[in-house]
């Protein structure tokens, strides 16, 4: 029972505004600091730490805010500062060391210190530091689901009812479920786990199938390796995600939801639990929801490490409390779902759209996007890529401007060589489709697929016959076993792959590949199998001449597959420093003071540490791939020549 | 055995599909899903030890020996593997002498493999118990496990 059923919803809103009004309007100095998972990742609890301890030292009365992520995780950890009376400044990248030094230099001294501010929010400028919005990783983004990201207190339901939060939940609450339809099909928004399926039309068939009990399903079992746009979501503005819910179960007439989420995301399922609470005190969720006399209840489901579980049967499967293995489809779960009554699920990203729709109407949304593909997508963008991190973009935008105009180009200025989309179950697109724009239906058409939201750089130092082995070895290991062509056509693909990048590999390898890939994506029930070639098919189709390099001249180009390449110590180069032997973690380097120093073929891993820790003076340590090279057989002295420094 | 679990079981008592959510309860609670929890579980349930160890093994979540005192968890996710993150787990391997998916005879560690933390803009990463560890080198990890090692 809500405790404050006599409240109306005006009035909790009223509540809310005051109290986000109080706090924004404070006078203490306020800070946000980022800590969701990548925060924390970063630092950011032990910065945490740094910040009330030095707060206490310089007996300063300040409010701190734990925040979620605003996606720049290239600058994490993160921390905003928000004088009274002065704009919010951002900055990034800060450490134990140096934020003492911010805090008295700004609170104190009221130096914003412009060398580490990274912008400010709003109308009033800063002297010295540029505007947040017109830094180059944001100017193209359009924030609608990330839009509390990293300024709300993802605990605090006051602060997501103050920015609207809710009022799309009313709103629909005040319409017929089939005007909430209406509504979602003006937005034009399709599913955003992948399949981009139209959300209205999937809602229509779950609310039209007859039954009397209905479920849906929220699935957050964001399995692809390379993905965490639902993590940050959930972690930064879980109640976005929840407000979305029940406009769906109302809309579809369930009076039961489940929330999927991966075990691997702790922070995520806590933030759940206590969102779930907080909507219940206040009487939006449980029986008779704002007095409409509509119920439901949310309960949330925990994975257990199982990548198929992200796949609609399966994942019912998994909440039946079964092994989480694929159904054939039809019946569609729209149909007969969850324990056979018809379920609807949508992607966390799909609810938290719908609230937002709720909230400023279908138009407003399709706005943005192209004609087929409408609204915003959420891409988690890594790899090796200058600025790592979560952005937000109207569909239609091309891989280009996502990859170099948000990401900032390509890590230490190398070439740019493929981008994975989808995860391990989407292709990889070459640098000839970086003007292709990003939708559904161009994603498709290149090979490869929308997925939810992982996109992968690669640069000229990746592999992609190692990629694809890699790809391989996931989706072999995750494929559940019921469909044979995916449970021995993945590993059979495995095993090709390996062999090539190994030195193994043979004549008519790439066509073997072909036809198994073909005959996998036919010959499987679910998502998991139909789409596990992808990765080799495009590869091959955009790649060929990598894989016969490693077929036929037995040579890595990238440099990458430990069978094909090797790490030896120049010996007219080395200076017998001993830096390479001190970090070798596994003792295959030989040597001595002033010695020449040899690596042990046999025992070394190849892991590269001594390439890296090479004094770039020397740059000694060489990584040939296809050539062998002459070294002395013991350490041997260092030819007593004088070391040449470069003048820099 | 009986007298730990009940409580566990009390909380699902005539929940539909709930062998998932008491399994990882369990599994929390002892560390690992041993025979007799198994064997506990299945009778609670009304299911044969079968059925239950056949979902148990079905997800990757579920160990069946006794697990260490810190579980090293190191990512092989892509944007891991992109950076080195075989690497991390190579140099992991070494120091602790074990292989992945083992546990050290003095049970102090247990080294994992997992797909992806969603903490891919900070690879590669490493999770030590709860403490997350990100843009890691093979020197990082080294330290890190030795801070471990020393508790």
């Known amino acids: ?648 | 055995m009986q007298n730990q679990l009940s409580e566990i079981f009390k909380a699902h008592e005539g929940e539909k599909g709930a062998v998932i959510t008491v399994l990882q309860k369990v599994q929390e609670k002892l560390g690992y899903l041993s025979r007799e929890a198994i064997s506990e579980v299945a009778k609670f349930l009304r299911m044969s030890e079968t059925e239950i160890f056949g979902i148990a093994s079905f997800y990757a979540q579920f160990r069946f020996t006794p697990c260490g005192k810190h579980v090293v968890r190191v990512c092989l996710g892509t944007a891991c593997h992109v950076r080195g993150g075989e690497e991390i787990m190579k140099t992991a391997e070494n120091k602790l002498g074990i292989e992945r998916g083992n546990t050290t005879d003095d049970l102090t560690f247990s080294l994992e493999r997992v797909a992806c933390f969603g903490s891919c803009a900070l690879s590669p990463v490493m999770v030590v118990d709860k403490d997350v560890y990100g843009r890691l080198t093979t020197t990082k990890v080294r330290a890190i496990l030795s801070k471990y090692n020393a508790d």
């Open chain 1, 1 to 648: 029972m809500p405790i404050n059923e006599t409240l109306t919803f005006d009035e909790i809103r009223q509540k809310a505004v005051t109290e986000w009004d109080a706090w924004k309007k404070s006078k203490k100095p306020r800070i946000l600091i980022g800590t969701a998972t990548c925060g924390r990742a970063a630092g950011a609890l032990s910065l945490l730490d740094v910040i009330n301890n030095s707060l206490r030292k310089l007996r300063i009365k300040a409010s701190v805010t734990e925040v979620g992520c605003i996606g720049l995780c290239f600058l994490e950890p993160m921390v905003d500062i928000i004088k009274p009376g002065k704009p919010r400044i951002s900055y990034g990248g800060l450490t134990p060391e140096n934020i003492p030094q911010l805090l008295e230099d700004y609170l104190i001294n009221d130096n914003p210190r412009p060398d580490l501010a990274l912008g400010y929010f709003g109308e009033d400028k800063v002297d010295g530091i540029p505007s947040f919005f017109t830094m180059h990783v944001l100017k193209p983004q359009v924030r609608i689901v990330l839009r509390n990201c990293g300024s709300i207190d993802p605990t605090n339901i006051n602060h997501y009812i103050a920015n609207d939060g809710y009022s799309g939940l009313v709103k629909a609450l005040s319409l017929k479920p089939e005007d909430v339809i209406e509504e979602l099909k003006k937005s034009g928004l399709r599913g955003r786990g992948g399949a981009g399926f139209p959300t209205w039309m999937k809602w229509n068939f779950c609310r039209n199938a007859p039954a009397k009990e209905k479920f849906i399903i929220c699935n957050a079992d964001e399995g692809d390796p390379g993905a965490f746009m639902n993590r940050s979501l959930l972690e930064g503005d879980p109640h976005s995600v929840l407000e979305g819910m029940v406009i769906g179960a109302y809309t579809i007439g369930a009076n039961q939801a489940y929330i999927y989420c991966r075990a691997e995301y702790p922070l995520a399922l806590e933030r759940l639990g206590i969102a779930i609470r907080q909507m219940e005190k206040y009487g939006f969720l449980g029986d008779n929801i704002l007095g409409s006399g509509f119920d439901l209840h949310i309960k949330i489901k925990e994975g257990a490490g199982a990548f198929v579980c992200g796949e609609e049967t399966s994942l019912i499967a998994s909440i039946e409390g079964k092994r989480g293995m694929p159904r054939p489809r039809p019946p569609f779960p729209a149909i007969a779902g969850l324990w056979g009554k018809p379920t609807n699920i949508n992607n966390v990203e799909t609810w938290a759209d719908v609230a937002v729709i709720m909230q400023r109407g279908g138009e407003w949304y399709s706005q943005y996007g192209t004609e087929k593909s409408k609204g915003t997508k959420t891409f988690a963008l890594v790899g090796k890529v200058e600025r790592t991190g979560l952005v937000e973009v109207p569909l239609g935008i091309t891989l280009r401007e996502i990859i170099f105009d948000v990401g900032g180009g390509i890590l230490n200025g190398r070439k740019f060589k493929a981008v994975q989309t989808g995860g391990p179950s989407g292709g990889c697109l070459p640098a000839s489709l970086l003007d292709s724009p990003v939708d559904y239906e161009s994603l498709t058409a290149a090979g490869s697929i929308m997925g939810s939201g992982g996109m992968i750089v690669m640069d000229e130092d990746t592999c992609v016959v190692d990629m694809t082995r890699y790809f391989l070895t996931f989706t072999q290991a995750e494929s559940c076993g019921k469909c044979v062509p995916c449970r021995v056509g993945t590993r059979h693909m495995l095993m090709i792959l390996q062999r090539i990048t190994r030195g193994e590999g043979e004549p008519g390898d790439i066509e073997l590949l072909q036809r198994l890939a073909t005959t996998v994506k036919s010959g499987s029930l679910c998502g998991l199998g139909q789409t596990a070639p992808n990765p080799v098919l495009t590869t091959i189709r955009y790649f060929r001449e990598e894989y016969e390099d490693h077929i036929y001249k037995k040579k890595c180009p990238a440099l990458v597959c430990k069978e094909l390449i090797s790490f030896y110590i120049h010996p007219d180069k080395c200076r017998g420093c001993g830096i390479c032997f001190k970090n070798c973690p596994v003792e295959a380097i030989s040597g001595g003071k002033k010695m020449i120093h040899i690596i042990d073929q046999k025992k070394c891993i190849k892991c590269g540490t001594c390439f890296a820790v090479c004094p770039k003076r020397f740059s000694a340590v060489m990584k040939v791939s296809g050539k062998k090279m002459k070294v002395p057989r013991k350490p041997i002295p260092v030819a007593t020549q004088k070391v040449t420094r470069k003048r820099t």
